[in-house]
């Protein structure tokens, strides 16, 4: 039994409150540009860490203590500066996906729109009428 706005029990709501999800593509546009834009200052951090830490070679000495953190260390960097970097790369698809989906609503409001256009007749709007 829905509540009058359609989608089932929970009427299309979150978490059945009763409210109606209200998309603004002007939000979605406006919020878009901030994943790329948190993209890049992860992308440029990213970079600073790189050239950092490869600028400092192995500092930590070549005694057995110094080797065994280094034989640890080494491939944990790389992988983290590989997470970064598809996190940098997930921010920048969600600006892109955002776009989108903004585009995909404005189209899909005008061509839900054009079915419930009134078209004009011919006959001046009498079907079916001979008379």
């Known amino acids: ?3 009058g706005h359609g989608g ?3 009427g299309g709501s979150s978490g059945g409150s009763g ?3 209200n998309i603004k593509t002007a939000d979605i546009k406006s919020a878009a540009p901030v994943f ?4 890049e200052k992860l992308s440029d951090a990213l970079n600073l860490l790189v ?9 930590w000495g070549d005694d ?3 080797k065994d953190f280094g034989k640890h260390y080494s491939p944990n960097q790389k992988q983290l500066e590989r997470v970064a970097g598809i ?4 921010l920048v698809s969600i600006h892109e996906a955002l776009d989108d989906l ?3 609503h404005v189209d899909n409001d005008k061509a839900i729109a054009g079915i419930f256009t009134k078209e004009k007749h011919k006959d001046g709007g009498r079907h079916g009428d001979k008379g």
Do not use: F, W, Y
């Open 1 to 3: 039994m829905g509540d």
């Open 8 to 10: 089932g029990s929970n």
């Open 19 to 21: 409210k109606v999800l």
């Open 36 to 39: 790329r834009k948190q993209g």
């Open 51 to 59: 050239k950092t830490l490869d600028g400092h070679g192995e500092p």
């Open 64 to 66: 057995k203590p110094g």
């Open 87 to 90: 996190a940098i790369l997930g």
């Open 102 to 104: 903004a585009d995909g």
